[in-house]
Each structure stands twice: as C-alpha cells, then as structure tokens.
C-alpha cells in the first residue's frame, strides 16, 4: 500500500472486545454558522502563465500538479468493457449475502459509537501512518500559492445540510497487526423499490457500518433528527481496488443496503431520496456536498458549486473548489438540488483515482466516475439483491473526446474557423503561443471530435499576426490566409488535406501588411463564396477586400478612415448574424463593449448594434471567432477564448448573443 493518499486518513484504535454496529433515529441541530457563499468563477485578468503551452504528453498532473499521466489511449485490462446497455440485474447472479447488520443491533451501535469515536474516525483514502498507530495520517494540502491555481476558484461553504445526504461510519480489523480502523465518508439516500439504499465511493465500503442521514456532529448517535440506519450489504463492483490509480479506478462507487430503523422505518421513507442520472459528459455544472471532517471539529457539511472537466485517460472527470478536505469521499455531485425537499439528481460522487484526489492530496482538486453503464449495471444489482459478478478484468469503456483544460487553452493565440475537412462540418483552426498549429475537427452538433497537428511547436506560426479562414482559392476545403508579424501574407490552400506548408505568398516581409492587426474572411460584397477579407489596419482605417484569391487581393474599399474610432477594436470576427445578404462583423472594444456591424460590404461596415456595454465581462474575451458549428449550417456561432482559458461557443448569435455552452473549462 502506498505511504501516502489522498481525501481520507486512517484512524487506528486498538481493538478491545466485541466492537458493533449501527441504526437508529433522534434529533439534529439545526443552527450552525455560515460562511460566506461559493461563487462560481468570474472570468479575470488572465494570471502568469508559461510562455509555452504545456505538451500534450507531459505527465504532470491537473494544473501542474502530480496527477494521472495524459495518454491518448489508456492501458486497460483484457476483459468484457463497458456493457453497451445496462442489463437486468436479474441476471447478475445468487441474492448477495449481508456482511454485518445481521448480528449487530442499535444498542450495540449506540454503545460502541462514542461522540470521541465519531469525532475521530477518518476517511479511509488516506492509509495509517506507518509506525505511530494512533496518530492520523496527513490530510490534504491547501492550495499553493503561483499561477497554476486559479485565484478565482470557488471555496466549498458551510450550510444546514441535505436530510438525504449523511455519513457513514465504519470500521474494520485488519487481519495481520489486529488493528481496528474506523473510517469515515459521505453518502447519500438514492432512490430504491425498497427504500433502503446509499449511494459512496467504493474505497468506503466494507467492514460494519452506519450511515446517519444529516448527521450532526453536536449530538449522540441516538440523538440524531432523522435516525440512523445499519448497513447490511455492500455492492461494489468486483473488479475494483481499493484507492487505485490505474483505470479500475473509474469503478469507484459502491452502494450500500440499510436495515430498517429500530422503529421500523426505512431511509427513504424518512428522509426521501435522490434520483441517479447517467453523467451527461465531461463538462458539467454540478454542486459538491460532503462532510470535511478532517479540517472541520464541528464535522459541519458543505457544499461547492464548481464546473466539471475531463480527467484525462480516465473515465472520470475533475473539479475545483477550496475545502474539500478528507471525510467527503463518496459524496454527491448534484446536477440540480431542491434545497427545500433535501433531495436533487446525483451525476457524480467523489472517488476514483487515488480515492478522488491528485497526489499531491490537495484540497481543491476532486474527482468523480463517470456514472455510465457499469454504475447503473452495479446499481440494478443493488436495488435486486444480487451479487456483482463483473468478470476478472477491467476494459475502459472509449472516452469521450475532450479539448483539454484552461490551463492549456490560454495559450490559444489565434483561432480561425472553416469547413477544413471538406465534409461540410465547421472546424477549428488554433494557433498556440508556442507556435504549434492544432486542427479540431467539428462533429456539426456545436462540439468537436478529435483534434490533429498541422505545425510542430516552433513554426513560423510563432509569428503569425493574424489570420482567418475563407474560400479564396476554392477546392474542397477551406483555406487559411496568415498575416505575419513581417508583413508577409500567406495563402494556404486546403489546409485540412494540404497542411499549412508552402502555399502562395501574396505580400512579402516588409509590406504594409505588417500593420493589419486583424484580417477577418466573409462574404463583404461577392456574397455567393467566404472569398472577401475585411482588414483593420493600425492606424484605424478599415478595408474591405472583395475576390480575394491566389492571384492577388481582389480590389480594395475603405471603410473606416485613419485615425477612426475603430483604433480601439480589439478583436473582430463576422459571421451571418442577421440572414442578410453580406455578412456582419463583431467588434470587441478595449473598454470591453461588444458591437455588431450589420451588412458589411463595400459601401460602409454596415449599421452598428450594441451587444455588450462598456467594462462588461467581455473585457476578458482574449481571442474570437465565428464559423457553422451546429446542424442549423448557419455560420452564426460564436467561439470565444476567455483570459481564464475558458473556451465557449455561443450558438444561433443574432443581434444578441446566443446560447453558450461550454468547450473547455477555466482553469
């Protein structure tokens, strides 16, 4: 076993007699302080960041963090994989066995779970300190200071609590030294035909447990509000291992079977249930809730409300807030909660890799499973009584694709949007700071599908200026034009079959062209093709080219005068927001203000529209495009690079901006 872990430290108590377990109800306090709200992360001044983006194949972990090595194509096992449907459980196997409720009774339970014996039990992620059996293992770390952490990351706050969400208790002997071990975790009611089921991690289950719905830390064990409830029977899939950090770990999720309370009373009949959905993807909005005993004396809940993202190579994805100490192993992450009611929709729980935690065991970094096909084929099992009997071996099931974190995406220089792989799909083109050029391949819905280099780290991307995608020089593909910081102007033809090499220079170093800031293609005027190019030059003015091809840049109208207000636009991109006949362009000024000039083409930029005031959030827009992402094959989608690294699309953009959703999650 590793000397070091992650969300839970062991308590070891020498075992004296006949040690039992757990039911029962009582009463809570209600009155418990607040700290200030959670907030979700505003995006901000973008931090220090490397010069460079970090490598698709660095091992270092989440945010610079040791963590899970990065693989493209993780190792598995060579067993059956993820069933492509949850079978009825009918199937599974013989009824399971219990496994402790049956010779332990409340008395016993009440008897043996001292206030100082819940006070100090631990989460179990964490193993013993090796050679002092009575002292706790180290928690996790808090946040270091520098720019790998985000300085407006959530912090986990203090709340009454949830009926259905509780703690389990547990303990156990370990067979070679006699120790006792009593653990602790998080875990809430879910919904089951008899009542009586909670869902936690799997590193939480076994031994003799309780689980004590609300529980508060003020009270005895048969003074709690809403009971307690001894756990029969663990179902956990067969094929896990304990705080693993190879891919059987996004099997980390158990449930557990209660016994009626010693007034005959089932948990869900006392204290409602959540309902189980499958996890949506790897981008998710959730709410957090657990109980950080190790960092709270008063073993108060908590709850964050965060953004998933993928966990990379496994089926897992991660989240960050302050304070999820050791003791919320197993907790819930809510999709949506009725706070009145005290149930929600459950999407995820805290576990998997290394218990749920980087290994560095810091408090801001958690990991869910993917609540798949193997999590509802063990919950079928569950709610039926029957043995998992999963076979031998462990096969990931294909991981959705995902573009990464903020963390790398805020080293996305230069976006340019097309049709580059000729299949009618919108793509995207990103140039990175470390001149590396990356090819995202639409999937047509508004999300991508896999993702391909078209220039190594180093390129004369590095100084590429500006650029945009357009059909200049027809073929089947879109084509790219770059402006570099010399002046020279490529055209590359079909860049998604030719690649970003060669091409035809169209401007040489030390043209005027050094002094466009922004080039942005579009139908300005020749309406039927993406073969114009609208220019705003250093010094304000602004040109629309119209028929640009690889003979030259077709003829040339001004739009905007030198020294025109328009030295102040930031950033510019167009697409058709309005159905018009020309294309309009989008404008995000140095004050943070957002216009949409409507029907740009050779006889002005077109009537002006006001989309964002000034000193609005998009102040933090770093880098935009617009392009046809969705299945409506309408080029009004709008891409945006955020100073966090947050990358979303807004979808149908008209004279206001349209739905976003989220790419890639802030760092």
Known sequence: MPTSHRRISRLVVLAAGTALLLTGEGSLAQAQAKVPAATAAPRLSPATVPSVRP???TSAGPSGEPGPPRSANPSTGTGTGEPSASP?????????TETGGGDFSDEDAIRFWTPERMASATDPAQPAQQGDPSAKASVRRAAPAGPSVAADMPTAEHFLGLKSVGTIFTYDTDPTTQRMHAHKCSASVVESPGHNLVLT?????????VFVPMYAAEYTLDKQTFGFYRVSTWFTDNRYVHESKQPVSDLDFSFGRLEPSKSGKQAQDVVGANTLARTPGYLNKVTMVGYPSSHDAEDHPVRCPTQTEALPGFYQIQAKCHGMWGGTSGGPWFSHVDWAKGTGEIIGNVGGYNGGGNDANVDWLTYSPMHGDWFFRLYDEAKNNHVPQH???????PLPYSMGGGETWSHAKLLASGEYTGDGKGDLIVVWTDGEVTLYTGDGNGGFVGERRLAARHSSFQNAKSLTGGDFAGGTGSDLLVVFDSGEVRLLPDVGTKGVDGGTRLADAGSVWSHADQIVGGSFGTAKYVSDLLVRWSDGEVTD???????GFGTEHQLAKRESAWKDATLVTAGDFTGGNNWDTLVRWSDGRVSQFQETGPGGVGNEVHMASAGSIWSHDSVMTAGSYDSNGWPDDLVVRWSDG???MYNHTGAAFGTEHMLVAPK
């Open 545 to 551: 080219y119209t028929a640009v091809g690889d003979k």
């Open 201 to 209: 991690a799997g590193h939480c289950d076994g031994g003799k447990a």
């Open 88 to 96: 009825s459980a009918s199937a599974s196997g013989p009824p399971a």
């Open 391 to 397: 076979g031998r071996t462990y096969d990931q099931p």
């Open 55 to 57: 490598s698709a194949g």
């Open 646 to 648: 947050e990358t979303t």
